[in-house]
């Protein structure tokens, strides 16, 4: 009884001759191959590792805390390297007084600028999420008005301190 073997499991090989065969090996391939015939692979008795997910929690927290660093502008503090605070001498007394806002450059930041910015983001954004809880059927009612107050309070108060920070920035800005 003969077998057929399909056309994609024929070698080419086979019928222009055995290239693994040592007379058509390249010589350097047999130098390479010397070494390793005497060398014969150990048994090792591995196991695969076994891999859990993280938690729902711990996916927030990364990524809360990415949010956090983006909008901040953490990539661009470590890549121009601006100072931590800035400081502008005083007209009428002439002291040196700190300054965190680079006021009138809007493409330039110091790191507490970012970092306070970064912040009212992150508030803004938990008060989203708080109000989202309180949404919840499954919660007792006294919960779901601390939610909402709490939530309503986050994002009022990110939302005042961000215009502010706007207009610092840009003092001219919707005047």
Same mark, same amino acid.
């Given at each position: /009884?003969? %077998?057929?073997?399909?056309?994609?499991?024929?070698?080419?090989? $086979?019928?222009?001759?055995?290239?693994?065969?040592?007379?058509? /090996?390249?010589?350097?391939?047999?130098?390479?191959?010397?070494?390793?015939?005497?060398?014969?692979? =150990?048994?090792?008795?591995? #196991?695969?590792?076994?891999?859990?997910?993280?938690?729902?929690?711990? @996916? +927030?927290?990364? @990524?809360?805390? %990415?949010? !956090?660093?983006?909008?901040?502008? !953490?990539?661009?503090? &470590?890549?121009?390297? =601006?100072?931590? *605070?800035?400081?502008?001498?005083?007209? &009428?007394?002439?002291?040196?007084?700190?300054?965190?806002?680079?006021?009138?450059?809007?493409?330039?930041?110091?790191? *507490?600028?970012?970092?306070?910015?970064?912040?009212?983001?992150?508030?803004?954004?938990?008060? *989203?999420?708080?109000?989202?809880?309180?949404?919840?059927?499954?919660?007792?009612?006294?919960? #779901?008005?601390? +939610?909402?107050?709490?939530? @309503?309070?986050?994002?009022? !108060?990110?939302? &005042? /301190?961000? /215009?502010?920070?706007?207009?610092?920035?840009?003092? $001219?800005?919707?005047?």
């Amino acid at each position: /009884m003969s %077998t057929k073997v399909p056309l994609h499991h024929q070698s080419s090989a $086979s019928s222009s001759g055995d290239s693994s065969s040592p007379s058509s /090996m390249d010589p350097l391939l047999l130098i390479l191959k010397l070494p390793y015939s005497a060398l014969r692979v =150990p048994r090792m008795r591995l #196991k695969v590792p076994s891999f859990s997910l993280p938690s729902a929690m711990t @996916v +927030f927290s990364l @990524v809360l805390a %990415t949010y !956090f660093l983006v909008v901040s502008g !953490f990539i661009y503090d &470590v890549i121009v390297e =601006p100072p931590g *605070i800035g400081s502008a001498q005083d007209p &009428v007394t002439g002291n040196v007084k700190p300054v965190v806002f680079l006021s009138g450059r809007v493409n330039g930041q110091y790191i *507490i600028e970012g970092l306070s910015s970064g912040f009212m983001f992150l508030l803004g954004g938990v008060g *989203i999420i708080l109000l989202d809880l309180a949404l919840d059927k499954h919660r007792a009612k006294s919960v #779901k008005v601390s +939610f909402a107050a709490a939530g @309503v309070s986050s994002l009022a !108060f990110a939302y &005042v /301190m961000s /215009m502010l920070f706007v207009r610092i920035k840009i003092p $001219s800005y919707l005047r």
